[in-house]
């Protein structure tokens, strides 16, 4: 069995701002998402990302503009039409200890629920498949409280990836993890990616993480996307000198792929 093929939705943000109160954070902000892509979004602490991500989940309605999504605006879309077609992992996100793997990731099918909600023949095909694709078959009946951090944050990916998603959202997916859980959930993420299609965005803090599993990236700054491009082209002395105020070197590996070695802070003059 294999999860259903993933259609290509397009992605597009036209001048949308976003406040909290009389506080702009996001401002006229313009871009589009291709389907089949990872796009990562960097920028300083306080710079819009994560409500970037909120205003495109639906979970902060924009100040003004608008973001569609195959050509319709998302507040048009029915919420379980929405959340057939887009998942989002919060920075935060709660379950009691005492939830299983497989619960949790069974969560993940309530859009598709049909009748009394109990899950059918399909239901529990795709939350197998999913515990394979994370692999968590042999943790399906633990607790969350019984698992490092990692393996709940891959727990709850395979959550998001039972809805069966066109567009994944994920807000700093490897935070609080140590290096190989960080390596493990963006190796998961780009292998989800490059076997279903499912176009990604994220918002990471790390830029060589960021440059090692994107297509693309967005930098934000003072409520604007300053720079979109390849990790070659985003990760440049000079644009990380503007966006996050930092001294830096910056080298190539074996494959080709950019990594930054900051040096220093920018000194104000």
Same mark, same amino acid.
């Given at each position: 069995?294999? #999860?259903?093929?993933?259609?290509?939705?397009?992605?597009?943000?036209?001048?949308?701002?976003? *406040? $909290?109160?009389?506080?702009?954070?996001?401002?006229?902000?313009?871009?589009?998402?291709?389907?089949?892509?990872?796009?990562?979004?960097? =920028?300083? +602490?306080?710079?819009? @990302?994560?409500?970037? #991500?909120?205003?495109?989940?639906?979970?902060?309605?924009?100040?003004? =503009?608008?973001?569609?999504?195959?050509?319709?605006?998302?507040?048009? $879309?029915?919420?379980?039409?929405?959340?057939?077609?887009?998942?989002?992992?919060?920075?935060?996100?709660?379950?009691?200890?005492?939830?299983?793997?497989?619960?949790?990731?069974? %969560?993940?099918?309530?859009?598709?629920?049909?009748?009394?909600?109990?899950?059918?023949?399909?239901?529990?095909?795709?939350? *197998?498949?999913?515990?394979?694709?994370? &692999?968590?078959?042999?943790?399906?009946? &633990?607790?969350?409280?019984?698992?490092?951090?990692?393996?709940?944050?891959?727990?709850?990916?395979?959550?998001?990836?039972?809805?069966?998603? +066109?567009?994944?959202?994920?807000?700093?997916?490897?935070? %609080?993890?140590?290096?190989?859980?960080? %390596?493990?959930?963006?190796?998961?993420? !780009?292998?989800? +990616?490059? &076997?279903?299609?499912?176009?990604?965005?994220?918002? #990471?803090?790390?830029? +060589?993480?960021?440059? !090692?599993?994107?297509?693309?990236?967005?930098?934000?700054?003072?409520?604007?996307? @300053?720079?979109?491009?390849?990790?070659?082209?985003? #990760?440049?002395?000079?644009?990380?000198?503007?966006? %996050?105020?930092?001294?830096?070197?910056?080298?190539?590996? @074996?494959?080709?792929?950019? $990594?930054?070695?900051?040096?220093?802070?920018?000194?104000?003059?």
């Amino acid at each position: 069995m294999k #999860l259903e093929g993933i259609s290509k939705n397009w992605l597009e943000l036209q001048k949308v701002s976003a *406040a $909290y109160g009389a506080k702009i954070v996001l401002d006229g902000v313009d871009f589009e998402i291709p389907p089949g892509k990872i796009v990562t979004v960097v =920028g300083a +602490n306080g710079s819009g @990302k994560s409500t970037l #991500l909120k205003v495109i989940g639906r979970l902060l309605a924009p100040h003004s =503009g608008c973001v569609l999504l195959d050509g319709k605006a998302i507040d048009r $879309y029915d919420t379980i039409e929405l959340s057939k077609q887009m998942a989002i992992l919060p920075q935060l996100h709660h379950a009691s200890g005492e939830t299983t793997v497989e619960e949790l990731v069974g %969560f993940g099918r309530f859009p598709h629920r049909t009748g009394l909600g109990m899950q059918n023949a399909r239901d529990r095909e795709v939350i *197998a498949e999913a515990l394979r694709l994370t &692999r968590l078959e042999e943790f399906r009946c &633990r607790k969350l409280s019984t698992l490092s951090g990692g393996e709940r944050q891959r727990a709850w990916i395979a959550m998001t990836l039972t809805q069966e998603p +066109n567009l994944l959202l994920l807000d700093e997916p490897t935070t %609080f993890l140590d290096l190989r859980s960080q %390596f493990e959930v963006i190796e998961l993420v !780009r292998d989800l +990616n490059k &076997r279903f299609g499912i176009t990604v965005l994220m918002v #990471l803090h790390d830029l +060589n993480l960021a440059a !090692r599993c994107s297509d693309l990236l967005v930098t934000l700054k003072d409520r604007h996307i @300053k720079n979109i491009g390849t990790p070659q082209e985003i #990760l440049q002395t000079e644009i990380l000198r503007d966006i %996050f105020e930092i001294e830096s070197e910056i080298h190539f590996g @074996k494959d080709k792929i950019p $990594y930054c070695v900051p040096v220093g802070s920018v000194k104000l003059k």
